[in-house]
């Protein structure tokens, strides 16, 4: 008995403890915005206009989210055109008034002050024959009423980008590890397809949850937060810091 609880302990004292001490460090000291009024939700220039691509291309946008918040999570955001459009298209979902929002920021907007990064990106006529379907999930997602977003475990910001890409056949992306809410599938004991379509998905309320797949690798979700080994990119994922890669640290050292 003593033996599982040294080791318990030193799990959640290296796997959790520390990273989330790490990673409230690290927020405190880049800082945040007192307010929404004071932070910055102008373009941050990521993506290139429209128009500079005349392909069809569907984008996942990543971002720190607010505040304290911060520590612990991302904001995923769907962002797409078709063909030849002259401007991008961008859904997200908040916590007050009705969830679901179109083109309420633009495309590649600061979120809070902090800048998105890319996670997904697909061009050409894979993306063209997506955005029908994505749409039509979307006016499907059934956490859209006033009222029905929870911060923890969800259904939140997260979960509605999630519950888009597992519903849209062809949609496989693997999502951010610190995007609080990804893995709430439902109340209770729910299964799906892991977002990658690559294996698993197994939640209870959102709280635990377990994911085995070859994208994502095994991640382990508690209370929103992931632990987890990604063998593909020989990584693994740590709450508050997000998926931590050898090759990534390999390409930016060289």
């Avoid at 690290?26 to 500079?52: E, I, K, M």
Wanted: contains cysteine; neutral net charge.
């Amino acid at each position: 008995m003593k033996t599982i609880v040294k080791f318990l302990g030193r799990f959640l004292l290296i796997l959790v403890i520390l990273p989330i001490a790490i990673g409230t460090g690290l927020n405190l000291a880049h800082g945040w915005p007192a307010n929404w009024r004071q932070a910055d939700w102008s373009s941050s220039h990521v993506l290139q206009p429209a128009t500079a691509c005349t392909d069809a291309e569907v984008i996942i946008l990543a971002t720190r989210t607010g505040r304290w918040k911060g520590i612990f999570s991302e904001h995923m955001s769907l962002v797409f055109k078709l063909a030849g459009a002259t401007q991008w298209t961008r859904y997200d979902v908040v916590g007050w008034d009705a969830p679901v929002r179109k083109d309420n920021y633009v495309a590649d907007a600061y979120w809070y002050g902090n800048t998105p990064r890319v996670i997904y990106d697909l061009r050409g006529d894979k993306a063209a024959a997506l955005i029908p379907a994505i749409e039509n999930n979307i006016a499907k997602y059934p956490y859209s009423a006033q009222g029905s977003y929870h911060i923890v475990p969800g259904p939140n910001s997260n979960t509605f980008v999630s519950w888009v890409v597992r519903h849209t056949y062809g949609f496989d992306a693997e999502l951010s590890s610190v995007a609080v809410g990804k893995d709430y599938l439902g109340p209770g004991f729910q299964m799906a397809r892991a977002p990658s379509d690559t294996g698993y998905t197994i939640s209870v309320d959102g709280y635990v949850a377990l994911t085995i797949a070859r994208e994502e690798g095994i991640e382990l979700g508690l209370i929103g937060s992931t632990i987890g080994i990604d063998f593909n990119d020989f990584a693994i994922k740590l709450p508050a810091l997000g998926k931590l890669s050898v090759i990534d640290l390999w390409h930016h050292s060289s």
